[in-house]
Nanobody, 128 residues
Framework: QLLVVESGGGLVEPGGSLRLSCVVS????????VGWFRQTPGKEREGVAC?????????FVEDVGKGRFAISRDNAKNTVHLQMNSLKPGDTAVYYC????????????????????WGQGTQVTVSS
């Protein structure tokens, strides 16, 4: 059974930073694709970034976090991190981690429907 658990959300002032963590269990993290998504009330869940299985195929959604966010993987801790810098009020959302395995896991995608295993979400609030 593949499980993912997010952590690291909180309240931060504009311009601040947060690091979200996604701990994967049931599979080695380098055998699964991991995606980060976010959602605000009344809006559809949108992709933020992804990290493919195996070789390091990484993508960021252009108008979401590219240039401000970074994604990394710690195989020893079975964890994928999302480092968020220069946060803006518009980044306020519930952030979700998702994972999936199989042949398509080597392809990095930020399409929510591609993932079958989701965490419970962690709230990020950017406000002064």
């Amino acid at each position: 059974q593949l499980l993912v658990v997010e952590s690291g959300g909180g309240l931060v002032e504009p311009g601040g930073s947060l690091r979200l963590s996604c701990v994967v269990s049931g599979f080695a993290v380098d055998r699964v694709a991991v995606g980060w998504f976010r959602q605000t009330p009344g809006k559809e869940r949108e992709g933020v970034a992804c990290f493919s299985a195996g070789d390091y195929d990484i993508k960021f959604v252009e108008d979401v976090g590219k240039g401000r966010f970074a994604i990394s993987r710690d195989n020893a801790k079975n964890t994928v991190h999302l480092q968020m810098n220069s946060l803006k009020p518009g980044d306020t959302a519930v952030y979700y981690c998702a994972a999936d395995w199989g042949p398509e896991a080597s392809i990095c995608t930020v399409v929510p429907g591609r993932y079958h295993y989701w965490g419970q979400g962690t709230q990020v609030t950017v406000s002064s």
